[in-house]
Nanobody, 129 residues
Framework: QVQLVESGGGSVQAGGSLRLSCVLS????????LAWFRQVPGNEREGLAA??????????ADSTRGRFTISQNNDNAKNTLYLEMNSLNPEDTAMYYC????????????????????WGQGTQVTVSS
């Protein structure tokens, strides 16, 4: 049974940083994309960054490039996905989700939420000005 559990969200002032973690239990695929998304109530889920586990290739949406860093640690008993977020601003306030089982080789639709099979429950990030 696949289970994704995020942590690391919280409240931070503008300009601050946070590191989100997502523990992937029961998930071992290296072929399919992993990603981080966020969602503000009333809006669609927005793809932020993706990683192809097989070779570590990373991809960033325009809104996060240069500020966010996605990484994965699968060297020990835990398979963990990270999102390091810097220079946060109030527009980054949202519920953040990790996702697994995305497009093969992270191709094409890596920022579409309907391309992913597995989701975490989300962790809230609030940035105050």
């Amino acid at each position: 049974q696949v289970q994704l559990v995020e942590s690391g969200g919280g409240s931070v002032q503008a300009g601050g940083s946070l590191r989100l973690s997502c523990v992937l239990s029961g998930y071992t695929s290296i072929t399919y994309c992993l990603a981080w998304f966020r969602q503000v109530p009333g809006n669609e889920r927005e793809g932020l960054a993706a990683i192809w586990p097989d070779n570590g290739l990373v991809y960033y949406a325009d809104s996060t490039r240069g500020r966010f860093t996605i990484s994965q640690n699968n060297d020990n008993a835990k398979n963990t996905l990270y999102l390091e977020m810097n220079s946060l601003n109030p527009e980054d306030t949202a519920m953040y989700y990790c996702a697994a089982g995305g497009p093969r080789y992270c191709s094409g639709t890596r920022y579409r939420s309907d391309s992913y099979t597995y989701w975490g429950q989300g962790t809230q990030v609030t940035v105050s000005s």
